[in-house]
C-alpha cells in the first residue's frame, strides 16, 4: 500500500477557532465515508458519517462535506478544543465490501 | 459503552516467532475485522469475518496469517512465523452489520518483532 512515513500533514489552529480537515479519497464507487479520530496509543475512533446521496452532515460541533465530482471529504470541527488534538483519519468504504480504506491522517494540533 | 477489548496491550515477539493478538468484540456484533498500523502510517485492512468464515482478505492479509473464533466471545489474528516488518499496532473492530456502518475499534496490540 501507499507509504507517507512518519510525517503526517499538521494543521495548527488556536483553541476556539474552527478547523477545517481535507481529505482526498481514492474509488469513485465508495458509497460510506466515515471520519475518524485517533488520539495517541488509542484505536481510531468514529467522529461522524456520511453516505454519498448527501453532500453535507452534522453532528454535534462536527460537519462532514462529500464532493463526489472531485472525490473530496472535508471535515470541519467548530471551537475547536484542546481534547480535539488527534490525528484525523477520512475512510471510505463501498457497499460491496467489508472493508474500509483510510486516508493518509491529519494530525491536528490546538493551540491554547 | 460496549468496548473491544485486545490484548495483549503490547507484544514483543523474537523474529520467526509465532503470535497470537487476541479480541473480544462486542457481544452483539456479528462482523469483526483486524486492522494493522505501521508506526506513522495509514491504517491497513487485514480480514474481515462473519459467520465463522473470512469474508474478504486483503494481499497483506498472507498465509502466515489467520484468524480464528475458538468460542463465542474471543476472535484471534495468528501470525505464524513472524517478520521484522510485521511490526505494527494491531486494531480488531466489530460491527453489527456489513461493511456500511461504522466500526468500533479496540485500543490496539504493538507487535514488537526484534
Known amino acids: ?112 | 459503552e460496549p468496548e473491544v477489548t485486545q490484548t495483549p496491550s503490547h507484544q514483543v515477539t523474537q523474529m520467526g516467532q509465532e503470535v497470537i493478538l487476541r479480541c473480544v468484540p462486542i457481544s452483539n456484533h456479528l462482523y469483526f475485522y483486524w486492522y494493522r498500523q505501521i508506526l506513522g502510517q495509514k491504517v491497513e485492512f487485514l480480514v474481515s469475518f462473519y459467520n465463522n468464515e473470512i469474508s474478504e482478505k486483503s494481499e497483506i492479509f498472507d498465509d502466515q496469517f489467520s484468524v480464528e473464533r475458538p468460542d463465542g466471545s474471543n476472535f484471534t489474528l495468528k501470525i505464524r512465523s513472524t517478520k521484522l516488518e510485521d511490526s505494527a499496532m494491531y486494531f480488531c473492530a466489530s460491527s453489527g452489520s456489513g461493511g456500511d456502518y461504522g466500526y468500533t475499534f479496540g485500543s490496539g496490540t504493538r507487535l514488537t518483532v526484534v
Open chain 1, 1 to 112: 500500500g501507499e507509504s507517507v512515513g512518519l510525517h503526517l500533514p499538521t494543521l495548527s489552529v488556536q483553541e476556539g477557532d474552527n478547523s477545517i480537515i481535507n481529505c482526498a479519497y481514492s474509488n469513485s464507487a465508495s458509497d460510506y465515508f466515515i471520519w475518524y479520530k485517533q488520539e495517541s496509543g488509542k484505536g481510531p475512533q468514529f467522529i461522524i458519517d456520511i453516505r454519498s446521496n448527501m453532500d453535507k452532515r452534522q453532528g454535534q460541533r462536527v460537519t462532514v462535506l462529500l464532493n463526489k465530482t472531485v472525490k473530496h471529504l472535508s471535515l470541519q470541527i467548530a471551537a475547536t478544543q484542546p481534547g480535539d488534538s488527534a490525528v484525523y483519519f477520512c475512510a471510505e468504504n463501498n457497499s460491496g465490501t467489508y472493508k474500509y480504506i483510510f486516508g493518509t491522517g491529519t494530525r491536528l494540533k490546538v493551540l491554547a
